[in-house]
Nanobody, 127 residues
Framework: QVQLVESGGDSVQAGGSLRLSCAASTYSLSVDCMGWFRQAPGKEREGVARIWFGGDVTWYVDSVKGRFTISRDAAKNTLYLQMNSLKPEDTGTYYC????????????????????WGQGTQVTVSS
């Protein structure tokens, strides 16, 4: 059973920084891609960033480009999201996620495409 555990959420003022971590227990599964999603109160869950493990290719939603950086530490089986220049609109619960497909973890483009989720970590940015 794959397990994802997020941490690092906090309350910060606008302009501040946070680093989120996602500890992944992937056991014998190979990992192609993992991603971060977020959900603000009253809004749909949206994709924030993804990283493809072969070559560390990354994707970001337009609203976070230049401010957020997704990375991974293969030795620690941990996914990170470095968030700088935070804005109040970044407030929400942040989740790491992947899709289990044919004994491999891949990225689902939308929230509904992913079937492996962590419990989430809360980020609150005040103005």
């Amino acid at each position: 059973q794959v397990q994802l555990v997020e941490s690092g959420g906090d309350s910060v003022q606008a302009g501040g920084s946070l680093r989120l971590s996602c500890a992944a227990s992937t056991y014998s599964l190979s990992v192609d891609c993992m991603g971060w999603f977020r959900q603000a109160p009253g809004k749909e869950r949206e994709g924030v960033a993804r990283i493809w493990f072969g070559g560390d290719v990354t994707w970001y939603v337009d609203s976070v480009k230049g401010r957020f950086t997704i990375s991974r530490d293969a030795a620690k089986n941990t996914l990170y999201l470095q968030m700088n220049s935070l804005k109040p609109e970044d407030t929400g619960t942040y989740y790491c996620a992947a899709k289990l497909w044919r004994n491999k973890l891949v990225c689902g483009a939308s929230a509904g495409d992913n079937n492996i989720w962590g419990q989430g970590t809360q980020v609150t940015v005040s103005s």
